[in-house]
Structure formats: C-alpha cells, structure tokens
C-alpha cells in the first residue's frame, strides 16, 4: 500500500474509534429521573470571586428548586467588586441563603478548592452541591440531582451543564468537552470500576455524598489542583468511592467563557493535569489529530494531486465519521451547527492550547487565574 492509502487506513480508523464509543456512551448517559427520599436537604454551595454580572441570576435560580429543601451558601472569595453586597441583599430577604466570608487562601491552594472545603464547612446538610457561579439550575436541578446521586451507590455524581457559546471562538472550542467525553471515556467501564483513570467530572455541577466527601479527604485532597473535573473524581476513587455522570443539558446552563482570550486562558490553566502532559499529549495528538483532522488534509491533497482511490475513499470516509459525530453532540446537546461543520479548526486549536500549555509548564511559567497566580504542572492524580 501506498503512504496516502496507510495514513488514509489509520485516520479511519481514528475517526471511528470516537464515533462507535460516542454512540454506546449516548445510550448510558442520561438525563437524570430517580427522585430522591422526601426528606431530603440539599445545601448549594456557590464559590464566588468577583462575580457581580451573574451572582444574583445563580442564587436565584438555585431559590427556585423544587422537590427538595435546599439552602444557598455563597462563599465571597475576597471579591473587589459589589459580589458580597448583592448576596447580602438577597439574604435579607430570603433566610435559606448565607454570604459567607472566606479566610485567607493558604499557602499551596488553589482559590477555588479552598472556598469549596471552607463551603463543604459551612453546609448544614448531608447532600452537596457544588456549582460555579456562572452555572444556572433549572427548578428539577437540585431534586434529580440528589435523585441520582442518593438513588446509587455512587460517592460523587456530575453533571455537565447545557455550555452556551456566544462567539465563533467558544463555538469551536467549548463543545470538544462533550466530543472529549463521550468519545474516548468507556462509560460502562467507569461504572464497573473505582479505578481511578475513570475519573471524570464536571467542575460546573458536582453533588457528592456528605460522608463519601470526609472519606475521600475533600477538596483538601487536591489542594493544588485547577482542574477539579478531574482531580476530585480521582481523590473519590483512590478512596473506593464510586462517581458517576449524567446530562445535565437540561438541567442547568452556563456559559463558562466568554471570547478568545477567556477561552484560551480558560482552557489552559489546568491543561497539565488532563492532556496536556508529556505522555499524555502525544497519544491525544495522535487519536485528534488522526482522527478528525488528518481526513481532510487527505482530502486537500487529493483536489491538489491525485491520490489513489482507495486513499480517497477512507479520507471521505474518515471526515464523515467526524463530522457525523460532531453532529450528532450538536443535535442532542444543544451546540452550535456552525462550529460542528468546523470541527477540524476547532480540533487544531484545541491542540494549540494544549502544546503550548505543556510547553509553559517545561519553561516553569505560573498560569493565572481570577487575580491569583499559579505554578503550572501536573496536580494531585495527574497521570
């Protein structure tokens, strides 16, 4: 065979590793239904740092859950802006919420899994609910919610929000979670087992067992980490603790970045303690690249210089399989048509980030992230 046929063989191959395990995955993950015990309480904990463009929309929402008892605990993470006097406001007015101060970050921490283990403190109830502040519940959010995770045995249940994107930049890049997700996580392999390679979350939306939390050490076990949709999920399995995924999409929403840069930066900042480490990296080059890029820069080729058939056909064959599946996640979780039929530029951008995340953290740069700096490298249960 020919270099154009064997690279043409190799990206279909690529192409419909993701495409045959996205597809078994759609059938496992699923919107939540099983309710939870009447009884039940469930203590939201919001974690906030200058977030007075959409504190108030995220209380709100979490007040209008249905089916549970819930109480609103927001953390001001030494804010500089009107993020604690909007909490206060909305207190006044309604008892189930509390603006809580937090303490110093200590040394070592990261911002964000300090407020939660100050939050996880602070919580009157046994069921917790971790949410970002730019995350919005639905009113069946925290009540399906509890339902999956009190329903199973599981420590830790997460659930990815619907992502909105506002900017082609976002479009491209953010959908690559659930691309990420469903194509290359065996999700009956995950249920079966604690191991931790299995560990995936999304930092947007966790629930988590009160005592399962304590056992797994908290957030205090990954004190370092930027990547808590990763790391945390670990932490549970390493201490036996089973964690499981849903959909979310209708559940609750949340447009996690906004433009270019706040996708790049966004994106990058925990980068080292998923892909992008130094054996890590080039297998998910390989199987990205491979798969969903490389078919049409065949394709290319072939209008340029004729290539023989059988190189074509796999091509074709190949770019169809991506981009059917691109599709699919479009369709089903509510993305962007546009940025599915750009898929291979968003793949290729993707893979920027991540090499040039990797390559900062060899030159020893710190990643920054709302006003704080932080040592760039692999975090607790990186591979």
């Known amino acids: 065979m020919t270099v154009p046929v064997v690279l043409a063989a190799l990206s279909l191959v690529l192409a419909l590793l993701p495409l045959g395990q996205g597809i078994a995955n759609l059938v496992l993950y699923r919107r939540p239904t099983a309710a939870p015990p009447l009884d039940t309480a469930v203590s939201i904990l919001i974690p906030a740092r200058n977030e007075e463009s959409g504190i108030a929309a995220a209380v709100e929402a979490a007040l209008l859950s249905r089916g ?41 921490w990261s911002g964000k899994q300090h407020a939660c283990q100050v939050l996880a403190g602070l919580a009157r109830h046994s069921v917790l609910l971790f949410q970002d502040a730019d995350v919005r519940l639905s009113p069946a959010a925290a009540r399906l919610t509890s339902g999956a995770l009190l329903s199973g045995r599981s420590g830790m249940v997460s659930g990815f929000p619907r992502e909105e994107t506002g900017t082609l930049a976002e479009a491209l890049v953010i ?14 392999a995950m249920r079966r087992s604690t191991d931790p390679r299995f560990g995936a979350a999304c930092g947007q939306l966790i629930a988590v067992r009160r005592e399962a939390y304590d056992e797994a050490g908290g957030h205090a076990a990954i004190a370092t ?21 849903f959909d979310a999409t209708g559940l609750a929403r949340c447009r996690m970045y906004r433009g270019w840069r706040e996708v790049w930066s966004g994106f990058s900042k925990n980068a080292t303690e998923g892909m992008a480490t130094p054996a ?10 491979g798969g969903h890029v490389l078919p049409w820069l065949l394709l290319g080729w072939a209008a340029l210089d004729p290539l023989p058939l059988a190189a074509v056909v796999l091509a074709c064959l190949a ?65």
């Open 68 to 108: 549970v008892e819930v109480e609103v605990v927001v953390l001001d993470d030494h804010s500089t802006d009107r993020t604690a006097g909007i909490v206060r406001s909305i207190a006044a007015r309604d008892p189930r919420v509390r603006l809580e101060s937090a303490p110093p970050l200590p040394p070592g």
């Open 175 to 188: 959908p690559l979670i659930h691309l990420l997700l469903l194509g290359y996580l065996p999700m009956a």
């Open 225 to 245: 980490s930027l990547h808590d949709g990763v790391t945390l999920p670990r932490a549970f399995r390493r201490a036996g603790q089973g964690t499981d995924l």
């Open 280 to 289: 890590a990296l080039p297998v998910w080059t390989l199987l990205l690249f």
């Open 319 to 383: 770019a169809a399989a991506g981009l059917i599946f691109r599709l699919l996640l479009a369709v089903r979780f509510r993305q962007s048509i546009v940025g599915a039929l750009l898929h291979p530029v968003g793949v290729l951008i993707m893979l920027a980030i991540q090499w040039s995340a990797l390559l900062r953290a060899r030159r020893g740069k710190p990643s920054e992230w709302r006003g704080r700096t932080y040592q760039a490298g692999p975090g607790p249960g990186a591979p």
